[in-house]
């Protein structure tokens, strides 16, 4: 188990050393959480997308991470009009009505408008993970073979929306767990170090939590996904 440890740390650790962005797209969730954290000592910019009014607990952990890794943080506070638009320009981008994936990616328009606007022109984002390490919660109901069966599936149809969308803006965008390496290890890594019980709860990406438990803080760690 320490081998495999030590492997995901060293490649994850030379992914996001690969990246040359200043800017990081923040959600307050695991995956940009540890993007951040090899990302330290450096001058980085982050950007949190926050729905005005209703905050959820986003925003806590978006400000807890910057706070304990030295980041500038800028919240972008969005009304409903704002979200409309930006629903209405994601849905010109990626000709899709797939409500699901609309909601998840206007998230990432607005925050992908948000820095083109103020002159930038790349972001690093957190997108794979959630793939590569069965981070989604309809994993926690299956059984190895169904989640062995699923994940392969996934691998040979996965996309990301935001690579379309940043394109369309003119933003180039960094993600570290699409790094040919961690994909690679990903793929060969058994179901059982993506799927676990650990205080007495099933998770998705068990092993990127038990590998960072102890540099970012247990209550984004073990934050279920939402």
Same mark, same amino acid.
């Given at each position: ?14 992914? %996001? ?11 307050? *969730? ?10 330290? /000592? ?12 209703? /905050? ?13 890794? *030295?980041? /500038?943080?800028?919240?972008?506070? %969005? ?46 984002? *957190? ?13 926690? !109901? ?18 990301? /929306? ?19 390496? %961690? ?20 998770? *998705? ?12 803080? !247990?209550?984004? %760690? ?5």
């Amino acid at each position: 188990m320490d081998k495999e440890f030590k492997k995901l740390y060293e490649i994850l650790d030379e992914s %996001v050393s690969e990246c040359d962005s200043h800017n990081i797209s923040l959600s307050g *969730g695991l995956d940009s959480s540890i993007i951040s954290f090899f990302l330290q /000592p450096r001058k980085i910019d982050a950007i949190c997308i926050i729905a005005d009014g209703f /905050p959820g607990t986003d925003l806590f952990h978006c400000q807890t991470i910057a706070q304990k890794f *030295g980041f /500038p943080l800028t919240l972008k506070m %969005v009304n409903v009009e704002e979200i409309i638009t930006g629903i209405d320009e994601t849905i010109k981008i990626l000709q899709i009505f797939n409500n699901i994936e609309i909601r998840n990616s206007v998230v990432m328009y607005l925050a992908l408008n948000s820095i083109r606007k103020e002159g930038y022109t790349s972001i690093i984002t *957190g997108d794979g993970a959630d793939e590569l390490f069965a981070g989604y919660n309809f994993f926690l !109901k299956m059984n190895k073979t169904e989640l062995e069966e699923s994940l392969k599936r996934i691998w040979e149809t996965m996309h990301f /929306p935001t690579q379309r969308i940043a394109k369309s803006l003119g933003i180039n965008t960094e993600s570290p767990f699409l790094h040919e390496k %961690v994909i690679d290890f990903a793929k060969s890594l058994p179901t059982s170090y993506k799927v676990k019980v650990e205080h007495k709860q099933k998770y *998705g990406k068990w092993i990127l939590r038990k590998l960072f438990e102890n540099k970012i803080p !247990k209550s984004i %760690v073990w934050r279920k996904k939402a």
